[in-house]
């Protein structure tokens, strides 16, 4: 049974991912209305990762006898001064679900919680490769340059990020 400090933890979590996903999802629609396609796949993808997040610490609560709580709808930010502004603010959102996963392990160890420490290791990972990625994709951005065609150039190696992800995906799943 998961200790009460454990389970609001979790539902703050819970909470979190779902704030993510609304954020992301307000993102891409950002992109699609400035004709950035690439990012707004991309992002929408990225949305749905971050439900998919969400959904495997309800169905974690559940099955440890918890009650995972649906957490509220905020309206997410919607306007982004640039591109690069909008992906800056997607990375310091990663490393705020970092820090919060981190104290989530951190209280398991206080807890001595072996099962839900050990479930967390996903997202640590998890957060390693999607802190790397954001960071990856604003130092292109930075080297590319926002000029000119640097917009064209910059929706086109978004794109193909998400591509590839989803073709590592799919060979995963097969
Ligand atoms: Fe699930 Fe990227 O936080």
Redesign the pocket.
Known sequence: MLSKNIQKALNEQIAM?GA?SQKYLAMACWCDDAALSGCAEFLYAHSE??RM?MLKLVRYMSESGAKPITPAIAQPQLVYNNILDLFETAYQN?LK?SRAINDLVELCVQEKDKQTENFLQW?VT??HE?ETLYRGLIDRIKLIGTEGRGLYFIDKEVEAIWQEKEKAEADTAA
Do not use: I
Request: charged share 55%.
């Open positions: 991912e993510a990762e971050e997040h990663e679900v997202y998890e957060q999607e």
